[in-house]
């Protein structure tokens, strides 16, 4: 199929818009709580539903984009998922009661869920393979970005403006990302299949489970022994749902893209190494803001850094691949990234402000580079047949990883705090440490790559 160069260079703008809106509503809400519950005259620990609801209709509805998409076309869903966001978010501005509100971000999630898979599943569709790595690595870069923002700018929409404004800000993006992907995205259909309602209803449900398990374990909303027994009730629908897929002759998700090595081996890296990097946005303002004191607004500041040198590595990630290849980099920077997430143990309240400011940037840089080569990888050898099961499966591991990175730090936290009650610093110290060790642990499962997986992708043909 042809394209005019100026469409292909729209289609990785919008897939980047998408992936900024998600990234962004899944923390920017979490400054902007107590605000909102003092709005509605509710408790703000009964604000959670608002979170909680978003992040299960997400986890449920994500298997179901990469169909929805081959049956209807990349164009039509994904505009359809940007309208429902958009909405959902003007409704959720509106809402003037605590259901209100829990309802309209359910169809904010419902549109969350398709935009970032359908639009990824675009690009994968309209360029070759060996132009995947500069693409997702653009990409990729506001997914980075929206989660550090996202505390920043909420403290300061509820500091200046009102909590009404968290979720305003969605509309004009949502319009703009209408009107250009009306313009530029291609409408990708396949051939038609049926749609594997058991299926569905079993890897959804499990993920559902296995996502509120983690939630209810990082908040220590119930007993350690409920949230673990939601998880394990969510691992053997996962299993049922595996036992389904071998005898469907059309299953939601596809069980042979697995044998894809290159593609097992990014999603259990994901998985890995993401318990790092995940924890880092929750554990650090906490420390700052417990530990030393800082106010809320100066704690999400000092998450900027980090953003930032995302934002630079974007540049280097290329000649860096080129010069050490997949395994080198992954494994190297795996490592890095563990020892730079323990050394935070070293800061205390009278470090040296510039001391806190350019480990984070460092950090950053590191996992921009992380982010883009895991992406590349785990995508850059799936053929067309599987491009959209595999596509559903990254977009539901990384959505995973965001709760289990805080769900496991937070569990260290815990028990760190019952062996030191009065040592708050050192809890945040050891919980660092501990979470430092897990990333460069996860750096072993990188070994598993061979030397030559991605050349195809950072091959020399690309230079000019």
């Excluded at 549109?111 to 690595?137: D, F, K, T």
Aim: hydrophobic share 55%; with cysteine.
């Amino acid at each position: 199929m042809t394209r005019t160069a100026r469409s292909m260079s729209g289609l990785p703008w919008i897939a980047a818009m998408a992936f900024f809106m998600q990234a962004l509503d899944a923390t920017i809400l979490n400054t902007a709580l107590p605000a909102i519950a003092h709005s509605l005259q509710r408790s703000p620990l009964a604000m959670q539903s608002a979170i909680i609801s978003y992040t299960l209709t997400v986890a449920m509805l994500i298997p179901a984009s990469g169909w929805l998409a081959d049956r209807y076309g990349t164009r039509r869903v994904f505009m359809l998922a940007v309208a429902l966001f958009t909405l959902g978010s003007l409704a959720c501005a509106l809402s003037s009661t605590l259901g209100e509100l829990v309802l309209f971000r359910i169809v904010q999630g419902i549109g969350g869920a398709m935009m970032m898979p359908v639009a990824r599943l675009a690009l994968l569709r309209a360029y070759p393979r060996s132009e995947l790595l500069p693409v997702l690595n653009f990409v990729t870069m506001p997914g980075l970005v929206g989660p550090i923002l996202g505390p920043l700018l909420g403290g300061i929409l509820v500091t200046w403006a009102s909590w009404h404004w968290i979720f305003l800000i969605n509309i004009p993006i949502g319009l703009f990302g209408l009107l250009y992907a009306r313009k530029y995205m291609p409408n990708f259909t396949t051939p038609r299949r049926k749609f594997d309602m058991r299926g569905f209803t079993l890897f959804g449900l499990s993920l559902v489970l296995i996502s509120c398990g983690m939630e209810l374990f990082g908040e220590h909303i119930v007993t350690t022994g409920i949230a673990l027994s939601v998880i394990v009730a969510g691992i053997i629908l996962l299993l049922l749902y595996v036992r389904h897929a071998h005898r469907n002759p059309n299953p939601l998700i596809a069980l042979p893209l697995f044998k894809t090595r290159t593609f097992s081996v990014g999603i259990l890296g994901n998985i890995a190494s993401r318990l790092g990097t995940g924890c880092v946005p929750f554990l650090m303002p906490l420390m700052l803001q417990v530990g030393f004191g800082y106010s809320a607004i100066i704690a999400g500041c000092m998450m900027a850094p980090t953003a930032l040198g995302s934002i630079i590595a974007k540049s280097t990630v290329t000649q860096v691949l080129r010069q050490f290849g997949y395994r080198r980099t992954l494994i190297g920077i795996t490592l890095f990234i563990g020892i730079m997430i323990a050394q935070f143990a070293l800061q205390t309240a009278h470090t040296e402000f510039w001391l806190l400011l350019i480990p984070l940037f460092i950090l950053g840089m590191a996992m921009s580079t992380q982010f883009t080569a895991m992406n590349t990888i785990t995508l850059a050898d799936l053929t067309d047949e599987h491009a959209s099961g595999g596509n559903s499966v990254l977009a539901v591991t990384q959505q995973l990883s965001i709760s289990l990175g805080v769900a496991v730090s937070a569990a260290v936290l815990r028990f760190y705090e019952s062996i030191e009650p009065n040592a708050m610093v050192a809890q945040f110290h050891h919980t660092f440490i501990t979470m430092g060790v897990v990333t460069a642990l996860s750096a072993m499962v990188y070994l598993l790559l061979r030397p030559k997986d991605g050349h195809h992708l950072i091959s020399d043909r690309q230079k000019g």
